[in-house]
């Protein structure tokens, strides 16, 4: 499986961004999906997962602001982010598996930049 995402940019704090991820292969159905992010100097975080059944799961300080979508005809996943903060700046990953701890697989990620 190999994952490409996009989406990512520069945006003003407030404001919203939606990032996607194409994967190739088969089986996308069969696996859960997930967006990570890592900022510089911090550990890679969670943001959100999907399952394969469609069950999302969320960060809780993202949660409100965030939301993770899938479409199993195109094999995209897809990130909604709204009322970006700076401290949302970070490069997000996208990531598939038959579980998500760890994943599998592993984009190699689109650069969001938050600015005030």
């Known amino acids: 499986v190999q994952l490409v995402e996009s989406g990512g940019g520069l945006v003003q704090a407030g404001g919203s961004l939606r990032l996607s991820c194409v994967a190739s292969g088969s089986r996308f159905s069969n696996y859960a999906m997930g967006w990570y992010r890592q900022a510089p100097g911090k550990e890679r975080e969670n943001v959100a997962i999907m399952s394969s059944d469609g069950r999302a799961f969320y960060e809780d300080s993202m949660k409100s602001r965030f939301t993770i979508s899938r479409d199993n005809v195109k094999n995209t996943l897809h990130l909604q982010m709204n009322s970006l903060t700076r401290d949302d700046k970070a490069m997000h990953y996208c990531?598939?598996?038959?579980?998500?701890?760890?994943?599998?697989?592993w984009g190699q990620g689109t650069q969001v930049t938050v600015t005030s």
């Open positions: 990531a598939a598996g038959v579980t998500m701890d760890p994943p599998h697989y």
